[in-house]
C-alpha cells in the first residue's frame, strides 16, 4: 500500500511541474492515505525518524502542495488548520464536516457548492468556506 502511495505522490508532484523532493513525496503520500482532514503536528507524528523535517520545512511543503492544488488545507475554530490530498485535480469546492466532540474533519465532496447569488459591482469570487457542525459517526 506505502509503496502505492508513493508512486501516486510522486507522479502527481512531477505532473504539477514541481521538484519531487523525498520530503513533499512523504507529505503527499501520508495525506493521500487518510480519510480526513490531519493538522500538521499529526503530519509531522506520520513521519518517519529518517525523514524528520522542521516545522518551517514541514510548513513550506504543505503551502506549496497547497499552491500546486494538490492538497487542500481546512480552517477550523480550534486554530489549527488541518490539511487534507485533493482526490481530483480541480479547485477545492467543498464543504467539510467536523465533529464538535472529537474534532475530525472530513471532506463532503458531494455536498453541491454552486453558488447562485450574486456578489455587489466590483467585487470578485475567489473560494468558498462551509463547515459542518456537528457529531460524527462515532460520537454521536
Same mark, same amino acid.
Given at each position: 500500500m506505502f509503496n502505492k502511495l508513493h @508512486? #501516486?505522490?510522486?507522479? /502527481?508532484i512531477q505532473h504539477s511541474g514541481g521538484r519531487a #523532493?523525498?520530503?513533499r513525496i512523504r507529505i503527499l503520500s501520508i495525506l493521500l492515505a487518510e480519510q480526513q482532514a490531519i493538522t500538521h503536528r499529526e503530519i509531522e507524528q506520520r513521519l518517519p525518524q529518517t525523514l524528520q523535517l522542521d516545522r518551517v520545512t514541514l510548513y @513550506?511543503? /504543505?503551502?506549496w502542495l497547497v499552491g500546486k492544488n494538490l492538497i487542500h488545507k481546512v480552517t477550523s475554530d480550534d486554530r489549527a488548520w488541518r490539511y487534507h490530498a485533493n482526490r481530483e485535480l480541480h479547485s477545492h469546492q467543498h464543504a467539510h464536516f467536523k465533529c464538535t466532540r472529537?474534532? %475530525?474533519v472530513i471532506? /463532503? &465532496?458531494? /455536498? &453541491?457548492m454552486e453558488r447562485s447569488w450574486h456578489?455587489?459591482?466590483g467585487y470578485?469570487? %475567489?473560494e468558498i468556506e462551509l463547515t459542518v457542525k456537528g457529531l460524527c459517526a462515532d460520537c454521536s
Open positions: @508512486r #501516486t505522490a510522486e507522479e /502527481l #523532493t523525498a520530503g @513550506r511543503a /504543505l503551502e472529537c474534532a %475530525q471532506c /463532503l &465532496s458531494d /455536498l &453541491s456578489l455587489p459591482i470578485q469570487f %475567489q
